[in-house]
């Protein structure tokens, strides 16, 4: 039993080391489709990161898989540039909903996302009770009230 464990442990480490690996990183893409902007986007096999700023810098770290909708929008003068913007639905505190605004290859990008965030889910065993409501709603009952202490 010993030996499986052990290899159990290497396959999930070669597992989180993959991970860390860029998956994709662009930037927002402003007039006639250039990066002319500070905001720029990073993307891993377990997180997603957004920088923003030029003087001073503000960076969004998003986990994979608290993301639970994944939608691309573009507009026809995105569309005129090779460009989309992808709505992200998040169970993140600090980031709620967010978006990934006017990046090349959009489609590309929303699939290897969606994929991402199905397969990490999948492996951390996530199910609906992550989405159902806020960290605070699910947090072992507080609130005092257990339904198996009662007689209806």
């Known amino acids: 039993m010993a ?9 999930w480490q070669e597992r989180a080391e993959t991970r860390k690996i860029e998956v994709w990183a662009d930037r927002k893409r402003t007039l006639f489709g250039l990066p002319w902007s500070f905001t720029r986007y990073r ?7 957004i920088e923003s700023g ?9 986990r994979l898989y608290r993301i639970k909708d994944v939608t691309l929008n573009r507009s026809f003068g995105e569309r005129l540039f090779g460009l989309g913007t992808i709505y992200c639905a998040s169970s ?3 980031a709620g909903n967010f978006e990934i605004e006017r990046i090349k290859c959009s489609a590309a990008v929303a699939d290897a ?18 989405f159902m409501g806020t960290d605070h709603d ?3 009952m507080d609130d005092g009230f257990n339904i198996f202490d009662h007689n209806f």
């Open 92 to 94: 993140d505190s600090s």
């Open 3 to 11: 030996p499986e464990k052990d290899i159990r442990e290497i396959e």
């Open 43 to 49: 993307l891993t096999g377990e997180k997603l990161t």
């Open 113 to 130: 996302l969606s994929d991402l965030v199905e397969v990490l889910r999948r492996e951390m065993r996530v199910g609906m009770r992550e």
């Open 54 to 62: 030029v003087l001073s810098r503000h960076t969004e770290v998003v």
């Open 138 to 140: 699910m947090d072992g």
